[in-house]
């Protein structure tokens, strides 16, 4: 793996948590939509660092949904529980971005972040032992 890649890699991981921690932020001063966003990002970054480790990329959220799932769901590497999640994530953060008069209950979305926490953190074990074996 070229050392470009193992870079860009890491920051994408650096990313994930970052955007864990905002997430958090954002949810504890009452911006519902913006957790939910930053909870997606969290995963797509996570997602796309490991990604790369297998030498695949998209410019496109949708590439990256897809490529996730026939690479790494669909293959048993990645457990078909986190696919759904990434899907829900995907979806809401659609919602909460760009159409008109969505709310989210902070109530229904509190426990995705530990949800989105597990996520993160069990492809972050995964990006670590590709990055390891190369």
Same mark, same amino acid.
């Given at each position: 793996?070229?050392?470009?890649?193992?870079?860009? #890699?890491? $920051?994408?991981?650096?990313?994930?948590?970052?955007? /864990?921690?905002?997430?958090?932020?954002?949810?504890?001063?009452? %911006?519902?939509?913006?957790? !939910?966003?930053?909870? $997606?990002?969290?995963? +797509?970054? !996570? !997602?796309?660092?490991?990604?790369?480790?297998?030498?695949?990329?998209?410019?496109?959220?949708?590439?990256?949904?897809?490529?996730?799932?026939?690479?790494? @769901?669909?293959?048993? /590497? #990645? =457990?078909?529980?986190?696919?759904?999640?990434?899907?829900? /994530?995907?979806?809401?953060?659609?919602?909460? =971005?760009?159409?008109?008069? @969505?709310? +989210? =209950?902070?109530?229904? #979305?509190?426990?995705? %972040?530990?949800?989105?926490?597990?996520? !993160?953190?069990?492809?972050?074990?995964? @990006?670590?032992?590709?990055?390891?074996?190369?």
């Amino acid at each position: 793996m070229k050392e470009e890649t193992k870079t860009l #890699v890491g $920051y994408r991981l650096e990313r994930a948590k970052e955007s /864990l921690e905002e997430a958090k932020i954002l949810f504890d001063g009452g %911006y519902a939509n913006t957790f !939910v966003n930053r909870l $997606y990002y969290a995963c +797509f970054y !996570v !997602v796309s660092a490991l990604l790369l480790t297998k030498g695949f990329s998209s410019a496109k959220h949708s590439g990256i949904r897809s490529l996730f799932h026939q690479n790494l @769901v669909k293959t048993g /590497l #990645v =457990d078909m529980e986190f696919g759904l999640l990434y899907d829900k /994530l995907f979806d809401n953060r659609q919602k909460s =971005d760009y159409a008109d008069l @969505v709310r +989210f =209950d902070s109530g229904e #979305v509190r426990h995705w %972040y530990d949800e989105a926490k597990s996520f !993160v953190g069990s492809l972050e074990i995964l @990006v670590k032992r590709e990055l390891n074996a190369k």
